[in-house]
């Protein structure tokens, strides 16, 4: 059982072990280790045991990166700010942009 409750109830995040306790159930719910989100997103398992202790000052991109591979992206009651954004611009893919990043240089 999820000490926040059923599965449908609001948790709140309001710090770093709160992300820490998220990404830890959202990874057992998957039926994943830690060294497995690890290869899937593509950091270490230590980091993975750290952000789930609570590490205050992860990698807000690779926390993030984490909870959408496990199917638990971050949801806000705000509507979308558009800080500007035209329309048609279009979204930034930030694991493609890793990927190339890691490939050899040819």
């Given at each position: 059982?999820?000490?926040?409750?059923?599965?449908?109830a609001?948790?709140?995040?309001?710090?770093?072990?709160?992300?820490?306790?998220?990404?830890?159930?959202?990874?057992?719910?998957?039926?994943?280790?830690?060294?497995?989100?690890?290869?899937?997103?593509?950091?270490?398992?230590?980091?993975?045991?750290?952000?789930?202790?609570?590490?205050?000052?992860?990698?807000?991109?690779?926390?993030?990166?984490?909870?959408?591979?496990?199917?638990?992206?971050?949801?806000?009651?705000?509507?979308?700010?558009?800080?500007g954004?035209?329309a048609?611009?279009?979204?930034?893919?930030?694991?493609?942009?890793i990927?190339?990043?890691?490939?050899?240089?040819?």
């Open positions: 059982m999820s000490p926040y409750g059923d599965s449908e609001i948790m709140f995040i309001r710090t770093s072990q709160d992300i820490g306790a998220l990404l830890r159930e959202s990874r057992k719910k998957a039926g994943l280790g830690q060294a497995e989100l690890a290869r899937r997103i593509g950091v270490s398992r230590q980091w993975v045991a750290e952000v789930e202790r609570g590490k205050p000052r992860a990698e807000m991109g690779l926390v993030l990166r984490a909870l959408n591979t496990l199917d638990n992206p971050l949801q806000t009651g705000l509507a979308t700010p558009s800080y954004r035209v048609d611009t279009p979204d930034i893919d930030i694991d493609a942009i990927d190339a990043a890691r490939q050899p240089p040819q």
